[in-house]
């Protein structure tokens, strides 16, 4: 019930297209569910966060949709470029401060 | 900019050694996380600390592993003996209690243990 799945494990983009990340979790007590971006040789860092109360929510070609009923959450990178190659992170927390993630999703752009 | 420092960046070690890494918070943050990440199981919390007092290290091999923080300026983490089977990224993070639990993560200690 703790699990946060997350796919794909790997996902190859065109310069310019769309790139879709899903996740989703079994814990209706979650009320926070963030997603971190990773560089090669990097910390995770905060990219986009939502809570439960909304469906979606954007930040630049970052947008982040939420299905409560369906217990999903997805990131969609919008004109993705090379520089937004990275590995991403769903994340999701209740009750304490602990974050439980994702497997990660190996994002390539390619030029 | 605050950040979140990690000491050392790169620590290769044969086993059996002790291994200490050492981690300074975001000032005035107190909330305190390590985790570990390796290709197959993704990032892991090992323990954490609010307010210097250890909440949670289920995560951690008990026999082996300790987590501590001896003052509001470092947390340490430390593994004897180490085995091979430790190699891995290790990740500080540091945080505020109650602002939407966002962890700001430090840059890593790479553990090759041989």
């Known amino acids: 019930q703790q699990q946060v799945k997350q796919s794909p494990q790997s996902l190859i983009v065109q310069k310019g297209g769309i790139s879709i990340i899903n996740c989703a979790y079994e814990?209706?007590?979650?009320?926070?569910f963030p997603w971190y971006q990773q560089f090669p040789g990097k910390g995770p860092a905060l990219l986009i966060a939502?809570?439960?109360?909304?469906s979606e929510k954007k930040e630049g070609r970052f947008t982040i949709s939420f299905n409560k009923s369906a217990k999903q959450f997805s990131l969609h990178i919008m004109d993705s470029q090379p520089g937004d190659s990275a590995t991403y992170f769903c994340a999701a927390k209740g009750g304490s401060e602990k974050l439980v993630f994702g497997k990660g999703t190996k994002l390539t752009v390619n030029p | 900019d605050a950040r979140v420092t990690q000491t050392p960046r790169h620590k290769v070690t044969e086993m059996g050694q002790e291994v200490t890494m050492r981690c300074q918070p975001i000032l005035g943050h107190n909330t305190v996380f390590w985790y570990r990440q390796t290709m197959m199981q993704g990032l892991e919390l090992l323990a954490y600390?609010?307010?210097?007092?250890?909440?949670?290290d289920s995560g951690m091999p008990k026999d082996r592993f300790s987590a501590e923080m001896p003052d509001a300026t470092l947390a340490t983490l430390k593994i004897q003996p180490s085995e091979p089977r430790d190699s891995a990224v290790y990740f500080c993070a540091s945080g505020l209690t109650g602002t939407g639990a966002e962890q700001y993560f430090g840059p890593g200690t790479r553990l090759t243990v041989t």
């Open positions: 814990n209706t007590a979650f009320d926070y």
């Open positions: 600390f609010r307010n210097r007092a250890p909440l949670d």
């Open positions: 939502i809570r439960p109360d909304v």
